[in-house]
């Protein structure tokens, strides 16, 4: 297939002639201010793919070889790119509505050139088709969790997923940097965060069910420096880090490191296995002056205008076995039905006080689904992960929403069934499911028709998940994020877009390969990317949605029948 027929995501438009027209060495690359970004990140990619010389010019250069112009009629995110004849050499144009818009533009014409392109050296004609592509996202928010928390990511290879999200015309990075099982981000002010809570004595082989454990040590964490280096080096390919910094729960590394915070007394672990832990937070005044210090120093290194504060799987048997955290519900209002001390909504009012911390530092809060309720700012952006019908009320009440349905778009899960995947949890999700993934599909629509007008809250996006619990290196991870990750991407960019089997298996996957990703072949696990004899912890789609309704499914649910606190449902 002609790698103008196989880009991806899929343009709105692409009209190609049919020729192919190499960029000469010592072409002009001339581009608007506001694009240099974009511009010069493509120029630097491409000479060193190709082994040639691109030179930069003033943007009012006549003349470019390669133009970057703003076009103010474009829709945001948007762009129209013209590759022409210039007397039997190619001539580049790209137009963009802003500097988003252009760094799609960059991408696409990299994947243009083939998969030469994607390899970080060459001597090869840079040659591009003759084409002309108008092209706009369809949502704004098109979101990929990379957990760095379960297992550490060294700096390089979060670096390399990087560019492969941006490579695929995903914008977003949610960063997850704490858990029970680690804490990976530099705090100045407290140290013991990365001195005590960054490393764990052994770690959980599979499924926790199995009580199998590998006995070596499992640590590291990111400087401030490394943060603000990875920031920066998202920024200049048109990604926004967004940092996690999970509470009141999934917090065992941070109460290992500061146990006085805890509200079960005594000594801390961080955590070995997987599951739900019972160790929380205290959701007192000292806790929260204690995560607003955290969250100064998050503000000061990342740049985004979001940042999360985790917010799921909190149970609260810790905070009803002290009558003082009751008490202390009671007095702050959180009132149950039964008339007395509700301390299931400190997990709200604990967040809306970090929330409220954020919004005056020019931030807003995102928060998992279950953080959800009466207690929670409405300018709060909830992610929903348990299934749609949390989606469809957090909407209703005002709240913007991002769609990461567990069911759908948990990549850590499964990639098809049978016995040959590698620690076989969760879901089978094939590349077929995840490109089918709809955000708001029709039956909720008709189940929910409010949903089809105007609300208070707006969906922003999508957001596909790499929980890392069973992803223990950067080969497991490519094999689980791709390339099902290149069909969500198409799915929130262009999901109208036909053709897709066809232009991933025979154009796309070769650039994959050119970049060096370890991806699952569509046929299956090659023998290396199997784990054998490491149990899993499979679940049957079908028989869940029919217990619960596709609608409402969703994953640990405290009090539920059947939940167990060392469950957690997303990862197994």
């Given at each position: 297939m002609p790698y103008a027929a196989a880009v991806v995501p899929a343009p709105t438009t692409l009209r190609a002639e049919g020729a192919v027209l190499a960029?000469?060495?010592?072409?002009?690359?001339?581009?608007?201010?506001?694009?240099?970004?974009?511009?010069?990140?493509?120029?630097?990619?491409?000479?060193?793919?190709f082994g040639l010389d691109l030179v930069p010019v003033g943007p009012a250069v006549a003349g470019a070889d390669v133009t970057f112009d703003v076009d103010s009629t474009l829709p945001a995110g948007g762009y129209r790119l013209d590759v022409a004849d210039g007397e039997a050499r190619a001539v580049v144009r790209v137009a963009a509505g802003d500097a988003a818009g252009a760094h799609a533009a960059a991408q696409t014409l990299r994947q243009l050139a083939g998969p030469q392109a994607f390899r970080r050296a060459g001597d090869a004609p840079l040659a591009l088709p003759v084409v002309t592509i108008e092209d706009a996202p369809r949502f704004g928010w098109r979101g990929v969790l990379l957990d760095v928390a379960r297992?550490?990511?060294?700096?390089?290879?979060?670096?390399?997923?990087?560019?492969?999200?941006?490579?695929?015309?995903?914008n977003v990075l949610q960063l997850h940097l704490t858990d029970d099982q680690g804490w990976r981000l530099e705090v100045e002010r407290y140290p013991r965060l990365t001195e005590v809570g960054s490393w764990r004595r052994e770690s959980g082989v599979g499924t926790w069910r199995a009580e199998r454990y590998d006995g070596r040590p499992h640590g590291g964490y990111y400087t401030r420096d490394d943060l603000r280096e990875i920031v920066a080096y998202a920024r200049e390919r048109g990604v926004t880090v967004v940092p996690e910094i999970g509470s009141p729960g999934h917090v065992q590394a941070l109460l290992t490191a500061y146990p006085e915070l805890a509200a079960r007394p005594g000594a801390h672990e961080v955590r070995t296995t997987w599951g739900i832990s019972e160790d929380v937070i205290d959701p007192s005044d000292a806790a929260v002056a204690f995560f607003a210090g955290v969250l100064d120093e998050v503000c000061e290194v990342f740049d985004s205008p979001f940042v999360s504060l985790g917010g799921d799987e909190v149970p609260t048997t810790a905070w009803r076995e002290r009558p003082d955290i009751v008490a202390r519900a009671a007095a702050l209002g959180l009132v149950g039905p039964d008339g007395e001390g509700d301390v299931a909504r400190l997990h709200g009012w604990f967040l809306a006080r970090l929330a409220d911390h954020l919004r005056a530092k020019g931030r807003r809060a995102v928060v998992w689904d279950e953080a959800f309720g009466p207690d929670l700012p409405r300018d709060v952006v909830v992610t929903c992960w348990r299934g749609h019908t949390v989606a469809a009320d957090a909407l209703a009440a005002g709240h913007d929403v991002v769609m990461a349905p567990e069911q759908e778009v948990y990549l850590d899960h499964r990639a098809a069934e049978g016995d040959d995947e590698p620690v076989p949890v969760g879901f089978a999700r094939t590349v077929a499911d995840v490109r089918a993934f709809e955000p708001l599909p029709a039956a909720l629509l008709q189940v929910r028709p409010e949903l089809a007008g105007d609300l208070p809250g707006t969906v922003l996006g999508a957001q596909a998940q790499l929980w890392s619990e069973h992803l223990d290196s950067v080969r497991r991870v490519d094999y689980a994020a791709f390339p099902r990750l290149v069909a969500f991407a198409e799915a929130v960019w262009n999901p109208a877009a036909p053709g897709f089997d066809d232009r991933l298996r025979d154009g796309h996957l070769a650039r994959l390969d050119a970049a060096g990703v370890e991806y699952r072949p569509l046929d299956g696990p090659r023998p290396w990317q199997r784990r054998p004899g490491v149990a899993g912890w499979p679940r049957d789609l079908d028989a869940e949605r029919a217990a619960a309704g596709w609608a409402g499914m969703g994953g640990w649910v405290e009090g539920r029948d059947g939940a167990e606190p060392g469950e957690r449902a997303g990862a197994g």
């Open positions: 960029l000469r060495d010592g072409a002009r690359v001339a581009a608007d201010p506001a694009l240099r970004d974009a511009a010069r990140w493509w120029r630097r990619a491409s000479e060193d793919a297992h550490f990511l060294p700096k390089a290879d979060v670096l390399r997923f990087v560019d492969l999200a941006a490579a695929h015309h995903l």
